[in-house]
């Protein structure tokens, strides 16, 4: 019998706060301000001011909630309370720091690897046996030393017989010239006959083309002894491939390679975005990971991205007259491409805008207005900026809580006092 009572009074408990809490307001949330309440009997019954919910009504028992105004709910808090209150509304207070724009050396570090001016191959210009190497691996040379020699074979003796036949086409030039000089002697005094001197000039006509002839014979012929002897062509060190003695040299063949030191180049390349300030004749110092360091200009920028990091090649070409620095070696470039109005700003002011854009918000006529910023350098004063009027009230404090166009109550606790 307990039980049953129990039962009993716990069951009038439950239908009691049932029937209270169906007198009550369901809130939906994600509707907006005022437009997410219904009441819990119109949610049951389906619709609103059904039958149940028109005689609780009628009885007073029943709460009744009506909104009276219409919130934006795109507004914030703060425009939301002064399109309520208007003037009355208290303005959001700021504090703005007044920085002026100063000049700012741009530079730009690229990295990237030292490279040799050029590597040429000292070849044989005429086929022949390697009679000697001169030189060895690592070795300076400059240009006239000799590289290798290569057997002479018959070469001195075609030397020998160009120059005889030069002697006797001399010779021969000197007979005609007397021949000539006699002709012309007799015929002045009246014994010999006008005819006989076209004979004469022909005969010395001849003899001189003779002996250009055996001159350019003896030229060649030296010229071809000379080829047995390869010389160095440009300055540099000696590196392989090197050929060995009394192997057998073609025509074009090459005898050593020379890498040529000064100059050298640096090759990197300059991103897409500071493409625009890149041109020659730039001037850019240069480090290597063992330390080296060295100045030169950029000698060259290419007119076509790189199709994988959408950067541009360059060139910077600096002396490098004890080869000091090698050829591959891992090293960064700055390159000064001169100086641009900047502002010097703290990290912590810049922000986002409503469409993302990185900016910073200032104050102009007691408005808030967004600028979008470039950033050119990340020191550890801060970070230099392109985009801003020459002299700006930047927003250094509460810039998230308020918005563009928004009237605020700004504090400059530093006027000019940031330009430095």
């Known amino acids: 019998m307990r039980a049953l009572l129990s039962y009993g009074i716990a069951l009038l408990i439950l239908v009691g706060a049932g029937l209270w809490l169906a007198t009550g307001t369901l809130v939906i949330g994600g509707s907006g301000p005022g437009e997410g309440e219904r009441s819990i009997i119109s949610v049951v019954e ?7 919910a028109t005689t609780l009504a009628d009885a007073g028992v029943l709460a009744h909630h009506e909104s009276t105004t219409t919130v934006d709910p795109a507004l914030t808090i703060a425009q939301r309370n002064e399109a309520e209150m208007g003037s009355a509304t208290e303005l959001q207070s700021v504090r703005t720091t007044t920085y002026v724009a100063k000049p700012m050396s741009i530079e730009v570090p690229l990295r990237g690897r030292t490279a040799a001016k050029a590597s040429v191959s000292a070849v044989a210009e005429t086929p022949g046996i390697v009679d000697e ?7 300076n040379v400059k240009v006239g030393d000799l590289l290798c020699t290569l057997d002479q074979g018959t070469r001195a003796a075609a030397v020998a017989q160009a120059e005889a036949g030069l002697a006797q086409a001399n010779a021969s030039l000197n007979q005609a010239q007397l021949d000539y000089d006699t002709n012309e002697s007799l015929r002045g005094r009246g014994l010999a006959a006008a005819n006989t001197a076209r004979a004469v000039e022909v005969a010395l006509s001849s003899a001189k083309a003779n002996v250009s002839s055996a001159q350019a ?4 012929a030296n010229a071809e002894l000379d080829r047995t002897r390869i010389i160095a062509k440009v300055n540099g060190v000696v590196q392989d491939p090197i050929v060995s ?17 000064d100059p050298m180049r640096f090759l990197g390349q ?8 890149a041109k020659t004749d730039l001037t850019a110092s240069i480090r290597t990971v063992n330390g080296q360091t060295a100045d030169g200009k950029v000698t060259y920028i290419a ?6 990091t959408r950067s541009f090649p360059v060139e910077i070409e600096f002396a490098n007259p004890d080869g000091a ?6 090293a960064q470039a700055t390159i000064n491409m001169g100086s641009a109005p900047a502002q010097l700003l703290p990290q912590s002011v810049l922000t986002l805008s409503d469409d993302g854009v990185l900016g910073v918000r200032t104050v102009e006529n007691e408005k808030v207005k967004f600028y979008p910023v470039q950033i050119v350098s990340d020191t550890r004063d801060g970070i230099w900026v392109m985009g801003l009027p020459a002299s700006v009230d930047v927003i250094t404090v509460g810039q998230e809580y308020v918005t563009e166009g928004q009237t605020v109550a700004a504090t400059n606790v530093a006027a000019g006092g940031a330009a430095s």
Do not use: F, W, Y
């Open 46 to 52: 389906g619709q609103e001011h059904g039958p149940i």
């Open 133 to 139: 190497v001169n030189v060895v691996k690592g070795q």
């Open 217 to 220: 014979a003896l030229d060649n």
């Open 245 to 261: 003695e009394g192997a057998m040299l073609a025509m074009g063949s090459a005898c050593a390679t020379i890498v040529q030191l």
């Open 270 to 277: 300059v991103p897409e975005a500071r493409i625009a300030l």
């Open 303 to 308: 007119s076509t991205a790189d199709s994988a």
């Open 325 to 330: 620095i090698r050829d591959g070696i891992t």
